[in-house]
């Protein structure tokens, strides 16, 4: 594929310094770009270093302006965002045929938009509803009265069972489990007695779940994942969390049952929130963090329990002194004795 | 659909005070429930606010009977119970059409009991015996030779591998693996030997695994998971590990080989369990524990590695002030060396 | 199955002290083994008590030499490898029939080695290539332009997506994930836009990744499993990373994008490592263990965040004593300010 870069700025909204007419033929990295590949620079660390890229053409930021760079450059407002919509240009999401293989199985009643991609050994229940250019890959089952919205697309060996509601441009990678019963067991003396989940899951527009998640349904209701959130793989999500707009789960977090979470927060790998807590909007919570109060809005929380980042930062430095200070109590106990 | 609130009464083996001829038409929770459902109330929490439910009635503890209520209640020992199977009455599990699916693909010398439901692309192996009214969901695989009781169901996507054992009203959830190899290496100088892994997985009765399981198989006998367990999601169980009666694994917890696990326990989310301990009987572990010693009966911890809860309590209460105990101990050693 | 103490020895390239013509029928463990079995005794726990197993043969260590025994030994270089490959003679890995089954759905320009294995509803993309003996156990999905090696050994329900590439004596357990995008996402002001990941997986020869794994594939390039590596259930492995020769992942591990470890390291269970660092050769890191810094070769660390092992020893041993320091610091203080 070639472009000129002036095509390239027009598609990414940007403007072109240098050369207009240069031929680009690919989107590389800044340290494994070649002289046709066009690259991105936002940070200070790799504006610095600009002439170091052996690339053609760099994506730089506004106030890059009065630098000077012997190579052409597109100016936009955010280079990362450009510099994805550069890589769409050169390597397109592969636009599977829009066909229904006559190896699905497929239930009653089935609607759906147009072209839909159905791959081999998908299973359908009855009363499914597809919208348009939805995707389902191999070995994916779907359970009685699902429904999507338009440019779904479910990857293999996903399992979506009754009832769940799918939003627009919802991704699902593979393995994963939507809708499974909750966690809910009534003891009974000496043993537990299930508890029905008649609840859903419902998954809102532009929700991109990762691969070996699995999200629970709810009790009554629904577990909601809003508009926007992403979720890295093996995460756990419980009956009746809901996770606000926005929000990103990184891998291995774990969600207890009737969690709410706000929009924006950031969750870093293998945190764990206990049941029932609150946290607010805007909340970052650190790498194996564990949650047993709820976060106001705004917070950032680390360790296990957790407290505020900043509190936790020094509390940690100190952990590995604490021979030293144990050393240090009992020479100054002897010290005092000796005085008295 | 509607019943009377005697009939329902009938069910639970409780009894009706108030008008017995009212008419039920859901079950709900507290807070949702209309003018025809029913809800139910157990500790003082909700039975102090019960006329704040909209609930037409309640279901309430034998303790209750002293109290005032305008509602319908019916008087059981365990509400929550109560409540569970009126919820079973007004939202059924379905029964799955029982069939053989023409498009499963199955094995030599296959045996099954009465009313068995096997869903499309489910391949099961060799000499496989599956017992009456068995639910085994698409795209699930079972491998040669494994044997199911009754009431077995199995949700899609599950692999349950050879010679693997299974009881009656077992619950395996969507994505589940059940008996893949044990995690077994020889270090032979710079590389590992696989050891082969001889033995099975045995699940005994009302056992009820979570979504997106790996359960191992045994170095040689079993592992074993006995009657009465519940495990959440993303639970791993290696290789000769023993889980005791109606112990409860929560989401993501990790369970080393050869780890012997007594009953009644509960293990909440992510604590995980070094190789080769001893868990006793009614342990509780703590979220997100760590633990390198066994667990006598009874006992309750957390912390990793762990430490009795009391303990661990007082411990981590204290942690966010240890930069205060630093700068402490920094002054005092200051006064005492201005004293001598 | 019957064969000779000196065939075993043989096979194991071992030196019979005893009656070479015993005739052993099985293998099994030290507790366990039976008059007619062979057992394994290496370190000095089983060497001692060694006339305590009933097993009617025993291999052992050289330097066991001088020892009496009133069985019959095998003396080899390493015990419990020459054990496993006793147990592969009595316990020989199933060699599924070498066919493709007609249930499988298979793409264009399928290329394939002898004797293959594949199973119903496995379905394979357009230009594949598999080398000879490899096993796709059913349910199995193989994405466009795979490219495997010899003896490659796939579980039921794994998905393995485009371009990824496996080596030699490679095995996957069951339902694992191979090739799902990196969790990359541009921040664009409130929403996050998708980077296309363009890059594969490649695993190279003797690797063996345990069940329910998820392995992202690269931004550009490759995540790269390296000769040797063994993955336990449930561990994730983000975007870009690079695991090294012989290096054991235990269960649940997370390592973040852009990781890159060394050989012969240990990753123990739940332990998770931070984005973007480097984790030198011969590494240890303990269970739980939340790395946030780089390690160098040959460091063994523990703790979330990480210390030296020995260090956290110490540490984790004065813990549980806080409440006691706490306390004596008060006490002290007192006692320091009556003398003023």
């Known amino acids: 594929m070639e472009i000129s870069l002036a095509e390239i700025a027009k598609a990414v909204d940007g403007e072109v310094r240098g050369d207009a007419d240069k031929t680009i033929r690919g989107a590389a990295p800044f340290e494994n770009a070649g002289c046709d590949d066009i690259t991105y620079a936002s940070g200070s660390k790799f504006l610095k270093k600009i002439d170091k890229t052996g690339a053609g053409a760099v994506i730089v930021p506004q106030n890059f302006l009065s630098h000077a760079c012997s190579k052409g450059t597109v100016i936009v407002k955010n ?4 510099f994805v919509k550069t890589l769409e240009i050169f390597y397109p999401a592969s ?4 066909s229904i293989n006559p190896n699905a199985c497929i239930g009653k009643n089935f609607k759906f938009g147009k072209d839909v991609s159905i791959g081999p050994f998908v299973v359908i229940g009855d009363n ?7 995707t389902l890959q191999p070995n994916t089952v779907i359970g009685d009265n699902v429904v999507m919205g338009n440019d779904v697309r479910v990857w293999p060996n996903v399992t979506i069972l009754d009832r769940c509601r799918i939003g627009d441009r919802v991704t699902i990678h ?3 489990v939507i809708g499974s019963d909750g966690f809910g067991f009534a003891p009974d003396g000496e043993k537990y007695v299930k508890i029905p989940h008649t609840g859903i ?3 809102d ?6 691969a070996g998640n699995t999200i629970d349904r709810a009790t009554f209701g629904e577990t909601w994942i809003k508009t926007g959130v992403k979720t890295d793989n093996l995460v756990h999500i419980a009956h009746n969390v809901t996770v606000g707009e926005n929000t990103v789960l990184v891998a291995q977090v774990g969600i207890s049952g009737s969690v ?3 929009k924006h927060g950031v969750l870093a790998g293998q945190a764990g929130v206990s049941g029932h807590l609150t946290i607010g909007d805007n ?3 650190g790498p194996q963090a564990g949650l047993v109060k709820s976060v106001p809005d705004g917070e950032t929380v680390s360790g296990s329990p957790e407290m505020p980042h900043r509190l936790w930062l020094r509390v940690y430095r100190i952990l590995p002194k604490l021979p030293e200070i144990k050393k240090k109590l009992a020479e100054l106990e002897k010290k005092v004795n000796a005085l008295r």
């Open 79 to 82: 280079p990362q965002v450009a």
């Open 95 to 98: 636009a599977p045929e829009s």
């Open 128 to 134: 499914v509803t597809l919208g348009d250019r939805v």
């Open 174 to 176: 593979a393995g994963t």
């Open 201 to 203: 899951v419902r998954i």
């Open 205 to 210: 527009d532009d929700v991109e779940i990762g």
């Open 260 to 262: 709410t979470i706000g």
């Open 283 to 285: 909340v970052t919570v």
